[in-house]
Each structure stands twice: as C-alpha cells, then as structure tokens.
C-alpha cells in the first residue's frame, strides 16, 4: 500500500512541474506574501522582531493556495475520462486518496521552504523567538492539511475545476470564519468558545503564539480524516450499481458514519484534556514555572482564583479570556487540589456583581465598540481575583493587558506575563496572611541573638532599664521558638579585652557615649545570627521592649519565608511651583510609576532620614536622585549598610531639566560623591554619548522664511544610551530577563581596584564600545553644525560601566568621626516651651553617639548613573517611540531589588518571556536592503524552481498505467 501511495504522489507531482503552472503557482505565492510581509502588515514601522505579519494572513492565503492545488486532482480525471479507469483497478481508492493528499501537501510543503529566508532575516534584525516560528510553520502544514482534504474531497464530486474552486474556497471560509471575531463578537463568551473551537482560524492563532496543544493538532486531523474518509467513500461507491443494494454498500455507510462520528466526538472529548502541550516559546511562557509551584507549595488553606469576565466584550479582548482561563486552570492543576479556579460573568449574576463591587472593588470597565454602521459602548468585566483566607488581591484591565500601538489606525493587544501577575499575588496574599501568623514557622535553621552590652552599673540609667525589658521579650521568644531561638548577653567590658577587640576587628563594634562630652563609655550592640549570615539589630529611638521587638522581628525575617520585605524609598522633594514662571520652571522629579512598581511586591516606606535614623523593619533602602543630602541623612545611609543592608542609588552629577518645550542640563548636588568615593566607587563628572541608543522624541529648531519654529521630531538621541547584549548582564544576576534597558543621561562609573579588592564586583551595565563622554551640558542636537550625529563625535571612544553591585565588607565614611546624632551644644535654636513635655517620653529615648564602623560580608552598594532614567516623564518619553508603557528600566529597579533580597522566585518568573522584541537600530536604516535581500531570495527559489521544471519536462512523464505496472499490478 505504501509503494503505490508514494508512485501516486510522484506521478501528482511530476504532473504538476511538468508545465509552467508550478512556476507560475510558486511565484504568485511568494510575491503576494512578501507584500503582505514588508507592506500590508508594516514589518518595519511596527518595529518588533517576530515573524507574525509573515502568517497573520496564511490561513487566507491557504484557502487559495490549496484550493488552486487540489481543483483538478480528480476533477480532471473526470475530464480526462481515466477515473472509470482507476475505479474498475484492483487498487484500493485509499491508495490514489492517499497519494493525492501527500502530492498536495509537498508542494505546500516546497512553498513554505521558500519562505524561511523571512524569519532569518528577522532573527539578523532583532531578538527573535523561533519558538514561534516552528510552531507557525507546524500550524501551517495541518491547516494545509486541513483544506487539502475538504478540496479533494469536494474536487471528487465535480466535474469542473471552476466549480471545484469556487467551493472549496467557500467551505475553507466557512471554518475560518467561525472561529474569526467577525463572528464570535456576536454571541457571549460560552457560544464563542465553541465557535472558536469549530474554527480553523482561531486554531491556527493558538499554534502561531508558541504552543503546540494536542487539541488543536487534532482538531485539524479529525477535518483531514473526516474529509479524506468522505472522499474515500465518493470513490468506492462510484464503483457501485446503482441499480441494486448490496450488503456491502450498507457495511461502508456504516463504517464510514461510524469513523467520521469518531473524529467528530473524540475532538469535542479532548476540549477537557488541558495538559497535553508543549510550549516553544523562549522562557517557556505559557507554562506554569517551578518558581509559581514553589509558592504553590507554601500554601495550607484552600486559595481562590476567580476570573470576572463578561460575555459581551471589546473584540480584542474576547480572544484573551480563554488563554487565561486556561492558565488559571493550570494552576489549579498544578497545586494538586490546593487552587479551586472559579469563573463568572456578574452581569449574569447580579448577587456576585454586588459582592464584586462592594467587597473588593471590582467594577466594570466601559469599552468603545465601533464598526463600518455605529459606535456603541459596552461596560464589560476583565479581572482575575485571587483571594487566600482574609487577605486577596484584585487584577484589572490594565494589569492583565498590554495595549500597542501597531500602526495609527491598528491595536495591538495581547496578554502582558498573566504568570507573573498571578503568581506575584498569591505571593502577596500568602505572606500577609502568615504575617499574622506564627514567625518561627519560616524559619529554616537555628538563629542566635548576641547583645554585647555593658553592665547595668556602667549603662547610662534609661539603657540599664531598656536593658532588662530586652531580657524579657527574649526569654518570651526563646519559650514559644519551638528551639529555632536562642540568645546571650556578653560583656566586653576591660574585664575582657579579648571580646572586645574580636568585636572590633570583626563588626567595627567600638565603645559608645551618651553625649558629646560624656567622658563614659559603654558597649550596647546586638547582633542575629544564622549561619554564616549575621544581621545587626538596631537600638530603636524609643527605648522600650514593643519597639526592639518590631526592631528583631523585621531582623529575623530577613532569614524567614512568607514575609513581605520592607523597601525604603527615598526621592528629591518636588519644588514649590512659582505661578510667574510656571511656563519655564520643571514640575521636578516625579516617581510614581517606580512607587507603584515596588508597592506591587513589597511593602513601601517613604524615607526621609532628616532624624539620621530609618524605621526598624527596613530590608532595603533605595535612594533616587538624592539633592543635597545632610549630614544626617549620609550617616542613615551608612550606618544602614554597616548593618548589613543593602543601598541602591540612582544618582548622577547632572540632571535633565524638561519644561517650557526646552531641554537642558545643569549640575546636581547630591551629597554622595565622598561617601560612595570612601566606599571605592566614583560618578564622574561627564555625561556618556552612544551611537547604540534609543530613537525619542526631542524638540528641534528648524528655520523656515527667516522665523525659527521648534517641533518634535523623532531621532537618534545619543543620550538615551541603548544598553543590549553583552553590555548587559541578562543571565541569572541582577538584569535577569532584560535584554535591553534605555538609561539616560548617565555619567560613567569608576571603581577603586585597591578598595575592591576583596569584594565581589558586577558591572552589569555597560556601553558599546564605541562611546564616548562630554561635560558639555548643550544636551540639544544641533544638526546643522555636527551633521546626522547631532552631537560632536569625541575622539576617545571606549566602553564605560553605568551599573555596578559592589558586596562585602565596608568600613563606615563616619569611622573616627563624630557621629552626626550628638546635640550640638552650642545649639541654641530650641523652644522653651517645649521644654518638659513629654517628659516620660524623653526618658525612654536616647541619643547613641556610637558608630558602627565595619559591615558584615552581606553588605551591599549597588549604583545606577543616572538621575533620570526612573522618573516619570523620562518613562513617558520612551514609551511614546514604543507605543506602550516602556518598562524596562523599572524592572531593572525591581530586579536590583529582588536580587538584594534574594527572592529569585519573582525574579525568574518576571524574566520569563520578558526578551526584547524591538529591531536592532540598524534595521530601520536599512529596511529597503533588507526588503529587497528577501525578494532577490524569492527569486533565486523560482530560479530553482524553473530549472527543477525543465528537468522534469524533459522526462516522460508518469501515467496511471505505470504507476499500476511499477506496483506489479
């Protein structure tokens, strides 16, 4: 059977190139996807590196394509008269069904090879995912398939090849159409799934995004094995009298009803089987990751995922509601009974529509729907509730869904990571429901509190009283700790020198005073300990047990799972707005967009540090464009590292000024060059330039008729550095899953070999290297003097470092200094009638004048140099070239974040998929290359294609009689 079905396909085929139909077939294919490619789809003005516009219009292209092929495959044996012929040969109708469809599918086959120069030339023009790509092409070769089989099948019951074509055409557009929007936009959620799952199209757009699903395969074999069964039936019965009824004749009807039944029903069976998949894209996007099994794992109580989405919808959201039911799905599976996955429309369920808006805030989003007769608008439900005992979390619109620009009239919207937006809730939801819990649950191993304190005789008389309250709520911890718990009180008084020089030399711990002029010394310094990792516990400003028992237990959940971490955030105050110049004046700096970022898996403090202090239960301090910081404010700084803490700082010695429709730069102040140059780390003086940078809008002066006119011009900004590739360290540390980040107007960054030495150093961010730097603060491009640059070209061109993470041991910028807290005494500026008020407060709160002067090994600086790349207007500016939020730059933040508290979990599910998909700036440059390269392409495969035809043409060509003789018949 298999020798004849292959002589069948090779007579097809040979028949095919044996006339200029081939060349003529394969050319008018290639030029009209090209076209659609380069010009209907806009590869290049949509500026990102996939290979979607190559098969957005395949399955209507296939519809043709296949039509075309099988319209003369037995409607010209008709023609011909050789089909009685094949009906009275003792061979199988299976066999020449067969061999027809194999025929068909290799020259689809062939028409497709033609098109891989497409992606290549992508994947030379950006980060492309194949992924994707293979997936498409697989998607393309059973939707060809698909209409192979419904073409032969109907080309079996015509005579004519016009008529063949013009209904196969009409059957194809009937599957593509039911499942299209055009069609499902009419009917709610539950009647469009189904048309969804009848259609060929929408099948085809589940593959193309990365995901081989075993249901939608084989939804396209039960259309192949349905059509090629009817075909087989046709064939046989044209053998049949149709004068008299056999029993056979009843056996085929029977068998053939009871085959296409088969099909029809196993792929309605297969709709519930979910977890037969395979997902190519990079990272691996569509599929539950280990990090969200890990959180997954945490939970005891029963979690609550609840999808609100509303029946009647925009059109470009319906497509959306079943990828993420089935990744909310997903995690019920995934959580082995742990997730009950729920999902309603609420304005079909007035009573859960109630509960929505009144118990968690949900409410409907109005939509504009418009098409070619009216505009109407629609109120309608898409959000993802995610509730775990008394805690939950509400995801909207805007946090589910990413909104591009595609082109001036077009949308693109698509799924923006739901993983992550999941997963980073049930993250939240689970750590503040067990902050209420027990704290000794999340820890892993024994921890040790050390108090190197003085003697009560030797204490000032407020610490000796603070003293003993310490001892109290430790002998209550150490009793309910279950063993995880333990302490001591050492005294390195002169009774034990040893103590105190080990002290010394491994912490930086020194005798502390009272007082400016308090000629008595004292130890009080407190330490936990778990393992090789020690955390100093801080003394609190109010001396009292409530307040160093927050102090501890925000020290010992850096060692404990199921907490949420603390950052502290400082930002520039924002000026006073002067009304007589607000046409000239900056609105400041801004950072609520990095606030939201941060509050989405953190709990956000504002710090100030104006007191020298931070709160206790600070894991983190993020510093942002600091102005002018006090010496108070450095010592917070310093002291918060020598704790053991991790600072990140975003700061430059140059800010942009935006406003008034201008641009400038002028110098910054930031009261942190010596306190970073003490720690091995130098900002220096200049600002960095890039060729590899990022195109943003930027006013430009132009002179027109003798009058200056100023307009927004889209441009090559060598400011807005480009940071990609092997400038950015994207593996597993801190720029994890970024493949590109703009950072702006940024100055370089130099670190001191000797003081780093024994530090582990990241430069993860880098320029190309061929950048250099300016301390001209002339920030506009001045075209007509410096050409298509814009800027003078400087003759040093090299790679300058613009990130770095420096962790060890610090010594502290106060050490052998007076601290910064001590009153001064000739300070006359205080009220007098504030003097005995809160009298008892006053003596529970002290001024410690020590400094602790040596960090442990966990210490950690990391530094961004630049002011401006996290502020909100320098957001907004990016994202207006991009079409949408560009958010790189605060995933970095995030990133540098997660990192510090080492919570690789988010991190990783954050990077997954999160690859840049925009062109290299060099394609857009030469677009016209790379458009032409693809065409000279085509034609070189028609080149072989023309020479494969006159080979072919100049053999004899196979008949049905040969084909029988060869098989031995």
């Not at 050319?27 to 590196?49: D, P």
């Not at 995901?211 to 192949?224: G, K, M, Q, T």
């Not at 090994?857 to 500016?877: G, K, P, Y």
């Amino acid at each position: 059977m298999q020798r004849r079905t292959n002589l069948v396909a090779r007579k097809e085929i040979a028949g095919f190139f044996a006339s200029p139909a081939a060349f003529i077939f394969f050319g008018a294919f290639l030029v009209v996807t090209l076209f659609v490619f380069f010009w209907v789809e806009k590869f290049f003005a949509r500026n990102i590196s996939d290979a979607r516009p190559l098969f957005e219009w395949m399955p209507v292209l296939l519809i043709f394509l296949v039509s075309a092929l099988t319209m003369r495959m037995w409607s010209e044996e008709k023609r011909a008269g050789t089909l009685e012929f094949l009906l009275t040969a003792p061979v199988s109708p299976v066999d020449f069904v067969l061999g027809k469809f194999f025929a068909c599918m290799g020259l689809v086959a062939i028409a497709l090879l033609l098109t891989l120069p497409v992606p290549f030339t992508v994947s030379l023009l950006g980060n492309l995912d194949w992924g994707p790509v293979w997936g498409a092409y697989i998607a393309t070769l059973f939707l060809a398939g698909a209409y192979t089989a419904i073409g032969l099948t109907v080309s079996a019951r015509s005579d004519s090849q016009i008529v063949s074509l013009i209904t196969t055409v009409l059957v194809c557009t009937l599957f593509y159409l039911l499942g299209s929007d055009t069609v499902t936009q009419l009917f709610g959620n539950t009647l469009s799934e189904f048309f969804k799952m009848l259609g060929s199209g929408s099948r085809f757009s589940s593959i193309t995004r990365g995901v081989i699903d075993f249901r939608d395969l084989y939804y396209y074999l039960s259309i192949i094995g349905i059509f090629l069964c009817l075909n087989v039936y046709f064939l046989e019965s044209g053998r049949w009298d149709r004068g008299s009824k056999q029993p056979s004749h009843l056996r085929w009807q029977i068998l053939v009803t009871l085959m296409v039944a088969n099909f029809a029903v196993t792929n309605l069976w297969l709709q519930k089987v979910t977890w037969i998949r395979i997902d190519l894209t990079e990272g691996k996007i569509y599929s539950i990751s280990n990090a969200t099994r890990h959180y997954l794992d945490q939970l005891r109580e029963p979690l609550l995922i609840r999808g609100y989405f509303s029946a009647k919808t925009h059109p470009l959201l319906a497509p959306l509601v079943p990828q993420l039911r089935d990744l909310i799905l997903e995690y019920e599976v995934a959580s082995g009974g742990k997730v009950r996955a729920e999902f309603v429309d609420p304005l079909e369920h007035p009573e859960l529509e109630e509960e929505a808006g009144q118990k968690y805030g949900i409410k409907p989003v109005p939509f504009q729907i418009s098409d070619k007769y009216q505009a109407s608008l629609v109120n309608s439900y898409f959000d993802v509730l995610v509730q775990y005992g008394d805690q939950y979390q509400v995801l909207g619109f805007r946090d589910l869904v990413e909104v591009r620009s595609a082109t001036e009239t077009q949308m693109d919207v698509e799924l923006q990571n739901p993983e992550y937006e999941i997963t980073r809730s049930i993250k939240k939801v689970l750590y503040e429901y067990q902050s209420a819990g027990d704290l000794f649950l999340g820890l892993k191993n024994r921890v040790r509190f050390t108090a190197y304190v003085s003697s009560d005789s030797v204490l000032p008389e407020g610490l000796a009283g603070y003293r003993q309250e310490i001892a109290e709520v430790l002998d209550e911890l150490e009793g309910r700790s279950s063993g995880k718990f333990e302490y001591r009180f050492v005294d390195p008084d002169e009774n034990n020198r040893a103590v105190a020089m080990e002290i010394d030399e491994q912490y930086g711990f020194r005798p502390m005073r009272a007082g400016l002029l308090d000629p008595e010394t004292f130890y009080f310094h407190m330490i936990l300990e778990n393992g090789d990792q020690v955390v100093q516990v801080p003394v609190s400003e109010y001396l009292d047990g409530n307040a160093f028992r927050r102090s501890l237990e925000a020290a010992m959940k850096r060692y404990s799972s199921g907490f949420m971490r603390t950052v502290a955030l400082h930002t520039p105050p924002i000026p006073a707005a002067n009304p007589y110049m607000q046409q000239m004046q900056s609105s400041g700096k801004r950072f609520q967009l990095l606030r939201e970022k941060l509050q989405e898996n953190h709990i956000l403090v504002p710090a100030n540090m104006a007191n020298g202090l931070l709160p206790e239960d600070v894991d983190l301090l993020f510093v942002v464009a600091p102005r002018s910081l006090s010496d108070r404010q450095v010592f917070a700084m310093d002291q918060f590292l020598m704790k053991g803490g991790t600072v990140i700082v975003s700061t430059s010695p140059y800010e942009a000024v935006i406003g008034g429709g201008s641009l400038s730069a002028s110098e910054y102040e930031s009261g942190l060059t010596k306190w970073l140059l003490h720690h091995g780390i130098s900002v220096d003086q200049s600002m960095v330039l890039d060729p590899q940078n990022t195109m943003l809008p930027i006013p430009v002066s132009r002179s027109v008729g003798g009058f200056v006119i100023q307009e927004m011009r889209m441009i090559e900004y060598p400011y807005f550095i480009d940071v990609r590739g092997e400038g950015l360290d994207s593996g597993d540390g801190l720029a994890a899953g970024l493949a590109q980040v703009t950072i702006d107007w940024a100055s370089p960054l130099s670190l001191d070999a000797e003081k780093n030495n024994k530090r582990q150093v990241s430069r993860f961010m880098k320029t190309s290297d061929q950048a250099w730097s300016s301390e001209s603060l002339q920030i506009l491009p001045n075209f007509r003097v410096h050409g298509p640059l814009g800027f003078e070209p400087g003759n040093e061109r090299q790679v300058y470092t613009l990130g770095v993470s420096v962790e060890g041991t610090f010594e502290s910028f106060f050490k052998d200094r007076p601290s910064p807290m001590l009153a001064d005494p000739d300070d006359k500026a205080s009220d007098p009638k504030k003097e005995g008020e809160d009298q008892e407060g006053a003596q529970n709160m002290a001024v410690i004048s020590g400094v602790i002067e040596k960090s442990p090994e966990s210490a950690r600086i990391i530094v961004f140099s630049s002011n401006e790349f996290l502020t909100d207007q320098t957001i907004q500016m990016a994202s207006s070239a991009n079409g949408t939020l560009y958010s790189n730059s605060l995933d970095l933040a995030e990133n540098a974040v997660d990192w510090s508290l080492e919570d690789r979990a988010l991190l990783s599910i954050r990077s997954r998929g999160h690859f840049s998909r925009t062109l290299y700036q060099q394609a857009g440059q030469m677009h016209l290359f790379w458009e032409y390269l693809n065409y000279a392409f085509a034609l070189f495969g028609l080149v072989i294609v023309y020479f494969v035809y006159r080979y072919i043409r100049g053999q004899a060509t196979l008949r049905y009689r040969d084909v029988l003789e060869s098989g031995g018949l």
